[in-house]
């Protein structure tokens, strides 16, 4: 079991940056690809960004190329989402999960997530 619980979120204004944190216990952290992801209401859950389990592949949705950078520490067990230029389309709750696949990108190959945090940008 992985135990994943997520912190940072808030309400920021348009072209605003803010940090989520998502602190892993449990097993073995490194050995896991990182998501995030998020779900605005009305709508399915979406994926953000993925980190290879070494950190050395990041991987991005496209409405979020160039604004948002995923990171990770296994020392920390953490990993981060750095959202800069946000606009009021990235509202919604945001989701850390982990995977045994790399590259993941749909929530099916998820098997841990956390609780959410919310983000809501406004304009």
């Known amino acids: 079991q992985v135990q994943l619980v997520e912190s940072g979120g808030g309400l920021v204004q348009a072209g605003g940056s803010l940090r989520l944190s998502c602190a892993a216990s449990g097993r073995t952290f490194s050995g896991y690809t990182m998501g995030w992801f998020r779900q605005a209401p009305g709508k399915e859950r979406e994926f953000v960004a993925g980190?290879?389990?070494?950190?050395?592949?990041?991987y991005y949705v496209d409405s979020v190329k160039g604004r948002f950078t995923i990171s990770r520490d296994n020392a920390k067990n953490e990993v981060y989402l750095q959202m800069n230029s946000l606009k009021p389309e990235d509202t919604a709750v945001y989701y850390c999960?982990?995977?045994?696949?790399?590259?993941?990108?749909?929530?099916?190959?998820?098997?841990?997530w956390g609780q959410g945090t919310q983000v809501t940008v406004s304009s």
């Open positions: 980190i290879t389990w070494s950190g050395g592949t990041t």
């Open positions: 999960a982990a995977s045994g696949s790399d590259y993941s990108t749909s929530p099916s190959l998820y098997h841990y």
